[in-house]
């Protein structure tokens, strides 16, 4: 069974890092894509960018280029998404789908929600 | 402001049928076949239903439909269940650098 696993809700004060994970099993972690997905609080989807696992090559929507960082480690088959100083904008809940071959994201994460506020 | 546009919502009672729209331009929706279709119950990560314009995955049943004509994509739900209820989002691939574009979104009501 294909399952894609993510890291538990974060709070966190503007400014502060923060990594979040995604852990897929059931499949070939390195031959589909992870994309990210953002949803606002009570907003829409919005696709960030995604990674290829076997060699880590991204592509970032330009809403979200320079702002977060998408990495792998498929030796453990998780994708991560990292901030390096979040603002309170950055409060979301995350999704990682998996992209498959139709280009679609035929599965996806429980979602992290992450909170920003001082 | 989403890159394609949805009805905010639609309505119907059990039994009937709905039809959702998902309107894109001829840089995304009406020049590729890589649309799809996202179930999302409140408080549940969204579900793929339909990919590829009209093809539905495995476990979702026939009662989903897809088709596009030009630049709108439309997602057919007939013989309405409660268990319909939800927010539908569409997707698209886009030429542009954005790569892939959501809808905004429509609530579905079962009356």
């Known amino acids: 069974e294909v399952q894609l696993v993510q890291s538990g809700a974060e709070v966190k004060k503007p400014g502060e890092s923060l990594r979040i994970s995604c852990k897929g099993s059931?499949?070939?972690?390195?031959?589909?894509?992870i994309s990210w997905v953002r949803q606002m609080p009570g907003k829409d989807l919005e696709w960030m960018g995604r990674?290829?696992?076997?060699?880590?090559?991204?592509n970032y929507s330009p809403s979200f280029q320079g702002h977060v960082t998408m990495s792998a480690d498929k030796s453990i088959s998780t994708a991560y998404l990292q901030w390096s100083s979040l603002k309170a904008s950055d409060t979301a809940m995350y999704y990682c789908?998996?992209?498959?071959?139709?280009?679609?994201?035929?599965?996806w994460g429980q979602g992290t929600l992450v909170t920003v506020s001082s | 402001q989403s890159a394609l546009t949805q009805p905010p919502s639609v309505s119907g009672s059990p039994g009937q049928s709905v039809t959702i729209s998902c309107t894109g331009t001829s840089s995304d929706v009406g020049s590729y076949n890589r649309v799809s279709w996202y179930q999302q119950p409140p408080g549940t990560a969204p579900k793929l239903m339909i990919y590829e314009v009209s093809n539905r995955p495995s476990g979702v049943p026939d009662r989903f439909s897809g088709s596009k004509s030009g630049n709108t994509a439309s997602l057919t739900i007939s013989g309405l269940q409660a268990e319909d209820e939800a927010d539908y989002y569409c997707?698209?691939?886009?030429?542009?650098?954005?790569?892939?574009?959501f809808g905004g979104g429509t609530k579905l009501t079962v009356l």
């Open positions: 990674i290829d696992p076997s060699d880590s090559y991204t």
């Open positions: 997707s698209s691939y886009t030429s542009s650098s954005t790569y892939w574009v």
């Open positions: 059931g499949y070939r972690f390195t031959s589909y894509w």
């Open positions: 789908a998996r992209q498959g071959s139709s280009s679609s994201f035929d599965y």
